[in-house]
């Protein structure tokens, strides 16, 4: 009876401590459970896409995160040896018990937190308001929206020094910072013969129809989706049609992730310019620069030496832009940066450095701690990624011909591009020395997430 009374109590306080993540009713998406969200100046459009992409993120990745700690069979025995299966019985479930009151706990905070993560990223402070304050704004026409959100100075509301952006970005890692060089223009591109140009080509130059194929569609370079593999030792790169050769270099300050558990160190994603939602969830093209598998250095020379030594690794991938999209197990998803290679390009991507998060063994010996609460924790606090500039090493390193290393050149990086997460943890990667900031691409992904979410809610259930 004392167990079961005792398994009531627990269920009754796990359900309190949801309560707060259960009871927040937004007046409007610039709106969470104890306060509001100002940039100022920002226009009412803006704000709502954000604020709804942000919460639509927040919302999935809490279905995608929510945890479940099993507890295992325990053993109990008496002062004479022998076992008791009921005291074993009980143990075990009085451990359940503690453990569901953490994961409630929990589960419950994770959307709040990626949704003021996602904000506080796309330039958002957060101020603090209590909820009998908030509800005068329900009769406002605007919410608040003038006098809160755009505001340069909020008229109500305490600002949240505790929201601050979790940079993982830190460039004292490296002993040399990555030269940003300008961006390149855009490629102006010819517009295409009209038909009756073509027609008149051809009829003057019958041999150009069939075999310079004029007059004929041009067949498009098909991109397939998939991991882009690491050129082999002694495999030069070769130029191919619709591709860049990169070389990047990656490294460690830690030897915390030396097993092949922990993922890919560094794995950049092919992304699209404007950031169509569904498209961005899709499968695509990856690489990946790894700093840390024994097994491999052992077997490959190019990869020899300590986890600290910067290892190159030469691809050749499709034409397009790319986003640091993972950092091991961590998506660098809010604000992170992005390059373009064109075709032809021989591209140089830095020597990525990572300081892994250190193993949170404090929670694996508190039987009454979360894991899963631990270990974003200590992500946050200390994971961090910086981009080293060592040229002429990756130049030397870049595993193709003479005549191909002397065309290599730095890519120019833009800040603040933002993708969907995979569902693992919530990061950005920030750089405030690069000036080449596109605004626009933040924009334009987080405006094609709203459109989906509106498209959706528009549809009868």
Known sequence: MRLHQTAIAASLVALVLVQPALAQTALAPWFDADGFYNRPGIDLARA????????????????VRNTNTHVSGGAAFTSTGAYDPVVAGAAVGIASIMFAIQDARYN????????????????????????????????????????LVAASTPADGRLNTGEVERNYYNAELAESAYQNPAPRPPVERAAPPTAEEMAAAVAANPALNGELGLGMEPTPIVIMPGAVARLAPGEMATRQPGSAIVVVGASQRTGAMQGPWAGDTFRFRRVTETGDFI??????????????????????????????D??????????????LSNMGPLNACLSTVTFEVREGDVAYLGDYVLRPQGIPTGVLFNPLANINSGMDNRMRADLRVAIADNFEA???ALQ????????????????????????????????????????????????????RVAAAAAQPQ
């Not at 709502?48 to 279905?63: F, Q, Y």
Request: charge should be positive.
């Open 48 to 63: 709502t896409n954000d604020m709804t992409a942000c919460r639509v993120e927040a919302s999935r990745l809490k279905v």
């Open 108 to 147: 419950g905070s994770i959307e709040q937190i990626e949704f003021r993560d996602c904000a506080v990223a796309l330039g958002y402070r957060h101020y603090r308001m209590g909820e009998s304050d908030r509800a005068r704004f329900s009769a406002e026409a605007d919410h608040g929206f003038a006098s």
């Open 279 to 308: 498209g961005l969830l899709q499968q695509t093209v990856t690489f990946s620069a790894n700093s840390f598998f024994n097994p491999n250095r052992r077997r490959d020379p190019t990869l020899a030496g300590d986890f600290a």
């Open 310 to 323: 910067s290892r190159y690794s030469t691809f050749v991938i499709p034409a397009g832009r790319y986003v």
């Open 394 to 396: 990756a130049r030397t």
């Open 400 to 451: 193709a011909d003479d005549a191909t290393k002397t065309r290599l050149t730095r890519v120019s990086y833009q800040n603040g591009y933002r993708i969907p997460c995979d569902g693992q943890y919530i990061g950005r990667v920030a750089n405030s020395g690069w000036s080449e900031f596109s605004a626009t691409q933040p924009s334009a992904v987080n405006d094609a997430m709203a459109e």
